[in-house]
Nanobody, 123 residues
């Protein structure tokens, strides 16, 4: 059971990236999925989550209107499309999944985590 993120890289401010999170050993059906980020010297923060059963989503205020979470069931992959990137979006981005996390309410916890992918936004 694992999650593998990809799609990070270096981009100029105002640019776009799409992160991918591929699951193996399980399917996202009945799981909540989330994207977190952690910048150097800071704590990990929730960026967005998706409830695969209801389709409900949550976005942190600092990305609302710029980022979008989506899922491709056939590929068992969750995406985070990031537009209008800012230097303050620079961080390692982590994918997570769990059956005990309630999105968008924010209760519960994620129990499967990826290793992260680095996003660097230059000014």
């Amino acid at each position: 059971v694992q999650l593998v993120e990809s799609g990070g890289g270096l981009v100029q401010a105002g640019g776009s990236l799409r992160l991918s999170c591929a699951a193996s050993g399980f399917t996202f059906h009945n799981y909540a999925t989330g994207w977190f980020r952690q910048a150097p010297g800071t704590g990990r923060e929730l960026v967005s989550c998706l409830n695969s059963r209801t389709g409900q989503t949550y976005y942190a205020a600092f990305v609302k209107g710029r980022f979008a979470i989506s899922m491709d069931n056939a590929k068992n992959t969750v995406y985070l499309s990031m537009n209008g990137l800012k230097p303050e979006d620079t961080a390692s981005y982590y994918c997570a999944a769990g059956t005990s996390y309630y999105c968008p309410d924010g209760d519960g916890y994620f129990d499967i985590w990826g290793r992260g992918t680095l996003v660097t936004v230059s000014s």
